[in-house]
């Protein structure tokens, strides 16, 4: 079982920046490929960033490649997606979620354990 918390959401101006934090209980962090999804009224969940178990390997979505980087620091069973340059567009719940899949996937039905949220507001 994990549990996963996440926290830095917020209001910004466009063109800001964000960093939100993911953190996860227990000692098997590493062994967990990790994603980020948002959600935003309305809308389905989407796909926004993977990270493999090592770090090694990321995976972004076209709508956020080159402004948004996920990170992860193992020894601190963590994982970081800093969002620049944001833009009104990206306003979502943002849901960081743990999977046991050696792959890095961006579907949500590859991930086993998810966050409860933390909320991103973007104003124009």
């Known amino acids: 079982q994990v549990q996963l918390v996440e926290s830095g959401g917020g209001l910004v101006q466009a063109g800001g920046s964000l960093r939100l934090s993911c953190a996860a209980s227990?000692?098997?962090?590493?062994?967990?490929?990790m994603g980020w999804f948002r959600q935003a009224p309305g809308k389905e969940r989407e796909f926004v960033a993977a990270?493999?178990?090592?770090?090694?390997?990321?995976y972004y979505a076209d709508s956020v490649k080159g402004r948004f980087t996920i990170s992860r620091d193992n020894a601190k069973n963590t994982v970081y997606l800093q969002m620049n340059s944001l833009k009104p567009e990206d306003t979502a719940v943002y849901y960081c979620a743990a999977g046991r899949s050696a792959m890095v996937v961006s579907t949500t039905r590859g991930y086993d354990y998810w966050g409860q949220g933390t909320q991103v507001t973007v104003s124009s």
């Open positions: 227990g000692r098997t962090f590493s062994s967990y490929a």
């Open positions: 990270i493999s178990r090592s770090g090694s390997t990321t």
